[in-house]
């Protein structure tokens, strides 16, 4: 296994259990390194640190062990074990889909495993988590054994654009199925090979359940709805109508066939195909309770600015049009806008739209999403529930 030796006084990060090793903090390599490789990480004065995967870029190192490892089936076996037990403890309630391995919150920057039912769908962002596919396939077959009948990996989309010209999207176990799940009772259709991430946002989860408690009676708007999660939340509640508003027209056929599948009718829910903020501007419909829960307006520093007047633009058209006495779900899943940053921008929206607002709530993702305590930029959803007047 190669070595990376850090420079003087760039070790810190590490001896805090950070996962990241950025290239500025090397000082030499041993070897000519391959994208995806993995390596051992020293003090410049040689003391072991930490072993992880390779990467030519900014962050060069991804971390998932800080004792020494081969990384064998072993090590891949105990490490989804510990994720899968984790998650048995969070899962309650009739549901049947989770993240079983969410990146550096489980110590495996660079991977995703959502399960749905009796699929599991992987999603690499790192060359290192990639090529080891086959040794995560055969621990995962381990671990859950019975409740598994097929493996999915959906990499193509979230790899390194050079890489990701060599590989696509397969079945690596298994048959082909399309897949119903269920999230507290609620079913859902999930189209892992075609929709957006590994096919639903179980992130959130709680957020809609904590949704349900406030849909009674009220009329309610869902922005952004990709699949109607927070539409048939609201439906189930007892909400008087469901508006569910978003530009994928194959979105809204995913959402009315959701719709239809928990048995509900067309006269308690409406959906449009449109682009939200034109909905916004062109409707005259005032709303009880309005989901906003955009896509990431910024991947990047660069585009930050820009992001935050989205941002702003949006929920000022949302505020417009929530009754006195509504409420306001809304939501960032920009990894570069904080949780302040956030805040300061729904501050500006309010005052742009000139409503009194209190925080009810500060949100965030679902509880089997986890963040670790040594890398809080793991914490990537944003969310606040507003009482306007």
Known sequence: MKKIFLKKKRDAALRRFHPWVFSGAVGRKEGLLRDGEIVEVYSAGGE???????????????????????????????KLQNAYHFRKQLIVGDTNCYRLIHAEGDGLPGLIIDVYDQTAVIQCHSIGMHL???????????????ELTTIYDKSAETLPRDYATQIENSLLFGNEVKGVVKEFGHQFLVNWKEGQK??????????????????????????????????????????????????????????DENVALNGF???????????????????????????????????????????????????????????????????????VVDQQLFYNTIVAAAIEAGRQVRVMRHLSQASDHPVSLFHPEGAYLKGLVLYVE
Not at 50 to 69: L, N, P, W, Y
Not at 305 to 327: D, E, F, P, T, W
């Open 48 to 78: 072991y640190l930490a072993t992880g995967h390779f990467q030519d870029g900014s962050i060069c190192v991804r971390i998932f062990s800080f004792e020494k490892t081969n990384a064998d089936l072993a090590f891949w076996i105990s």
């Open 132 to 146: 080891s596919k086959d040794a995560i396939v055969e621990a995962l077959r381990k671990v859950l054994g019975d």
């Open 198 to 255: 590994t096919g639903f946002f179980l992130d959130q989860r709680d957020n809609r359940l904590l949704l349900a408690q406030y849909a009674t009676g009220k009329k309610v708007l869902n922005s952004f709805c990709y699949t109607g999660g927070f539409s048939i939340y609201a439906l189930q509640a007892g909400a008087k109508e469901v508006h569910s508003v978003d530009i994928s027209q194959k979105a809204i056929d995913l959402t």
């Open 265 to 335: 009718t067309k006269g308690q829910h409406q959906s449009y195909a449109a682009d939200v903020l034109k909905f916004l501007k062109e409707n005259t419909q005032v709303y009880d309770l309005i989901v906003v829960d955009p896509p990431a307006f910024a991947k990047s520093l660069k585009k930050r600015h820009n992001a935050i007047q989205g941002y702003k633009r949006l929920n000022a058209l949302a505020l417009k049009h929530v009754k006195k006495g509504g409420m306001v779900f809304t939501f960032s899943c920009s990894q």
